[in-house]
């Protein structure tokens, strides 16, 4: 029979391998985390953006801005193209690359021809620029509404993700772009099926743009931004489950509705964070941008 002393230091040591375990895993969880593309800060360029005259000019002046993602459109249904201008897109991936920013692509689905969406997102995977350099991700634009029925649109929905997680190795970085669930998805997508969706992506990236719905205001929009952030955090079963908040189209936010913007990203911690879209971001918002570590 083991002596008392001795069962105590075999227990005391069963105890601090547990919790020396555990660290060990937070540790290797937040670096993941740190190393995942929808991490930080981010902007966003559109097929519409007139960053694509010059892509090393526009990675430049993102990278001294302290952006550290690139999110890249490579075209939406209404354009036949596999990817958008595929040489400037290869310019924009080897330009952040070297500028040390990740890139992930994103691509607007109609879901009124599945295997049209599908043919586009997985040229934007396999997708290389001249020098062999690949996106560090991708991201489905989870907003048309060209298929009247929600139930149809919700089964193409889930079909077309199912499709996209089989064309990319299974830690392949995949987000979904959606409404925000708070005042947008009841006129864009009433209830997303977040909690299915969890299966196929690795990241929500909520658009929750504040002054669509008429919010203004510091206090108001942070209420807004924290709320949807909540709101998926229920609706996915997963209060730890990624989410990159796009707060705001910044063409339409004055310094409050920022201000209000950078308190819910320090309220709510997100993953990652953005505003929408590049073109439109002053200096003043990139320094208020900044300012949040």
């Given at each position: 029979?083991?002596?008392?002393?001795?069962?105590?230091?075999?227990?005391?040591?069963?105890?601090?391998?547990?919790?020396?375990?555990?660290?060990?895993?937070?540790?290797?969880?937040?670096?993941?985390?740190?190393?995942?593309?929808?991490?930080?800060?981010?902007?966003?360029?559109?097929?519409?953006?007139?960053?694509?005259?010059?892509?090393?000019?526009?990675?430049?002046?993102?990278?001294?801005?302290?952006?550290?993602?690139?999110?890249?459109?490579?075209?939406?249904?209404?354009?036949?193209?596999?990817?958008?201008?595929?040489e400037e897109a290869g310019r924009f991936i080897d330009a952040a690359h070297?500028?040390?920013?990740?890139?992930?692509?994103?691509?607007?689905?109609?879901?009124?021809?599945?295997?049209?969406?599908?043919?586009?997102?997985?040229?934007?995977?396999?997708?290389?620029?001249?020098?062999?350099?690949?996106?560090?991700?991708?991201?489905?634009?989870?907003?048309?509404?060209?298929?009247?029925?929600?139930?149809?649109?919700?089964?193409?929905?889930?079909?077309?993700?199912?499709?996209?997680?089989?064309?990319?190795?299974?830690?392949?970085?995949?987000?979904?772009?959606?409404?925000?669930?708070?005042?947008?998805?009841?006129?864009?997508?009433p209830e997303i099926p977040y909690h299915s969706l969890t299966h196929y992506?690795?990241?929500?990236?909520?658009?929750?743009?504040?002054?669509?719905?008429?919010?203004?205001?510091?206090?108001?929009?942070?209420?807004?931004?924290?709320?949807?952030?909540?709101?998926?955090?229920?609706?996915?079963?997963?209060?730890?489950?990624?989410?990159?908040?796009?707060?705001?189209?910044?063409?339409?936010?004055?310094?409050?509705?920022?201000?209000?913007?950078?308190?819910?990203?320090?309220?709510?911690?997100?993953?990652?964070?953005?505003?929408?879209?590049?073109?439109?971001?002053?200096?003043?918002?990139?320094?208020?941008?900044?300012?949040?570590?």
């Amino acid at each position: 029979m083991m002596r008392r002393g001795s069962a105590r230091l075999l227990v005391l040591a069963v105890v601090l391998l547990a919790m020396l375990a555990s660290a060990v895993s937070s540790r290797g969880a937040a670096s993941a985390h740190r190393r995942s593309p929808f991490a930080g800060l981010g902007t966003w360029v559109d097929i519409y953006s007139t960053e694509w005259a010059d892509p090393e000019a526009a990675v430049a002046a993102m990278a001294r801005h302290g952006v550290r993602t690139l999110y890249l459109e490579t075209g939406n249904y209404s354009h036949s193209a596999p990817v958008f201008r595929p040489e400037e897109a290869g310019r924009f991936i080897d330009a952040a690359h070297a500028a040390g920013l990740r890139v992930v692509a994103w691509y607007l689905p109609s879901f009124l021809n599945v295997p049209r969406d599908a043919a586009k997102v997985h040229a934007a995977v396999r997708f290389r620029s001249a020098t062999g350099e690949r996106f560090d991700g991708f991201a489905l634009d989870i907003e048309a509404t060209k298929v009247r029925s929600l139930k149809l649109r919700d089964r193409r929905l889930l079909f077309l993700s199912t499709r996209i997680r089989h064309m990319v190795p299974r830690r392949y970085p995949l987000g979904a772009i959606t409404p925000s669930p708070v005042g947008m998805s009841p006129y864009f997508w009433p209830e997303i099926p977040y909690h299915s969706l969890t299966h196929y992506y690795k990241a929500f990236l909520p658009m929750a743009y504040s002054t669509m719905r008429g919010i203004h205001g510091r206090a108001r929009t942070t209420a807004f931004l924290a709320s949807t952030v909540s709101s998926i955090r229920t609706a996915s079963g997963d209060p730890a489950f990624p989410i990159h908040l796009i707060g705001g189209l910044s063409g339409s936010m004055s310094a409050k509705e920022t201000a209000g913007f950078v308190q819910a990203v320090a309220q709510t911690k997100p993953l990652g964070y953005s505003l929408y879209a590049f073109g439109q971001t002053t200096p003043a918002t990139w320094r208020a941008l900044a300012r949040h570590p």
